[in-house]
């Protein structure tokens, strides 16, 4: 597999983040991808986090939450000060940010968008996290996610 940089990891670069880059070999037939890609990598799911693009009051944004955990649209919606909160299509995630679905990153979206990460992830030693291609994760310090990204933590699951 491939190490180049995709601009997910070029974006962490570029913010002076140190990451390390974790593959694996991504199943598009795995249904839950991230509980695959936990399983793949031999990682607690606790610590592998899953990008979700959304519409809070039709505007896009971003959350990153564990793999095997629920959103609470209400809570999203909270979670940026508005109102109502809907999963934001496939086609328009991926126009959007510039990356493919199951390959989704919050670092170097197309467009730079209000991010949330879920609180769970300050409890973990290191979160793991879509590095912008399927099959190609990065592991960091929930801190230096906030830091690349500008995300807020909030409470997001259902």
Known sequence: MSTKATPGTAALQKAGITFEVVEYE????????????????????????????VLVDGKPACVVV?????????????????????????ANAERSTGFRVGGISPFGQRKRVRT?????????????INGGKRGYLVRLSA???IAATGAVTADLLA
Do not use: C, W
């Not at 037939?29 to 986090?49: D, L, S, Y």
């Open 66 to 90: 564990p793999v095997a955990a629920s959103l609470s649209m209400k809570k999203v919606a909270a979670a940026f000060g508005g109102k109502s909160a809907e999963m934001m299509p496939p």
């Open 26 to 53: 991504y199943d598009p037939t795995a249904g839950q991808t991230g509980n695959h890609a936990a399983a793949a990598i031999g990682e607690n799911p606790e610590r592998v986090f899953k990008t979700l693009m």
């Open 143 to 145: 801190a230096d996610a």
């Open 116 to 128: 949330a990460l879920a609180r769970e992830a300050l409890d973990q030693p290191y979160v793991i």
